[in-house]
């Protein structure tokens, strides 16, 4: 498997407060709302709409990743977006996270598989394509490189 050797568009999503859920059978399960962001790239401009991250937290101390938002582009079409991803790294690392101090991403793993659906005929290659997106945490936003996988 490659990837596209530089990103079709960096996603900056806007992150809302952490909404515990407590111990659940499969670990900490918590939601991140996806309050907006931006979009940009070679191939796709536009803002993210509204959505939410549903998290667990299993007992190795990686963060299993499911979010699902929309996008809607510069030119008004919209896209809905499916991201399953895998968060993990040293145990001092992710707790500087969760305090939201700035740390360099290559000291964590941080990847989301992506999948994209839309009407819109001209972005319709979007529907053919899977993409991986390599993550950042901020404090309050999440910061992704999106390449598509080819």
Known sequence: MMISQTPIFTIHAELGDIRHFGQTPYGERRVIDILGGRIDGPRLQGRILPGAD??????????????????????????LVTSDGLRHGPPQVLAALARGE?????????RTLMRFETADPALAWLNRILALGTGAREARAVRLDVHEVV
Do not use: K, N
Not at 69 to 79: K, P, Q, S, W
């Open 54 to 79: 549903w998290q667990i937290v299993r007992p190795d101390g990686a963060t299993d990743l499911q979010a699902r938002y929309g996008i809607e582009t510069d030119h008004g079409t919209r896209v």
């Open 102 to 110: 700035a740390v360099d991403p290559s000291r964590y793993y941080f």
